[in-house]
């Protein structure tokens, strides 16, 4: 099955997809209140970002959650997880995703290879 079928209209692997992602918001909640307001921030930093369907964002997102609550367990607040710069933790976060950003980075360079490279 072609990467376009299987990320986009594979309505087994979405249905599958949305029930985790349920399951994960659920662990989200089950978190202290400061850890719930940071996750969601990161969150909705790193969609900004996303490209394609977004499943490595996700699976940065479950990691994420498991992080917090080990910090919850060790009785950690959550800037001591994510260091005062929350915005670099989350660009730290985003190194291993495929992103918007990498996308038009590739686009813009191929496309001056094409005309004026080697």
């Known amino acids: 099955m072609s990467t376009f079928w299987d990320n986009y209209?594979?309505?087994?692997?979405?249905?599958?997809?949305?029930?985790e992602y349920k399951a994960q918001m659920a662990r989200v909640q089950a978190l202290p209140q400061d850890y719930q307001?940071?996750?969601?921030?990161?969150?909705?930093?790193?969609w900004m970002f996303a490209s394609g369907a977004?499943?490595?964002?996700?699976?940065i997102h479950y990691?994420?959650?498991d992080l917090f609550e080990a910090?919850?367990?060790e009785g950690k607040t959550v800037l001591q997880i994510t260091g005062d710069d929350v915005a670099a933790f989350c660009d730290d976060l985003l190194?291993?995703?495929k992103t918007n950003?990498?996308?038009?980075?590739?686009a813009f360079n191929r496309d001056i290879q094409k005309k004026v490279g080697r």
């Not at 950003?101 to 590739?106: A, F, P, S, Y």
């Open 9 to 19: 209209l594979n309505v087994k692997k979405i249905i599958e997809e949305k029930q």
């Open 37 to 46: 307001y940071v996750f969601k921030k990161i969150q909705e930093r790193m």
């Open 54 to 59: 977004g499943y490595d964002i996700m699976q």
């Open 63 to 65: 990691d994420l959650i």
């Open 71 to 73: 910090g919850v367990a």
């Open 95 to 97: 190194r291993s995703a």
């Open 101 to 106: 950003t990498e996308n038009q980075r590739e």
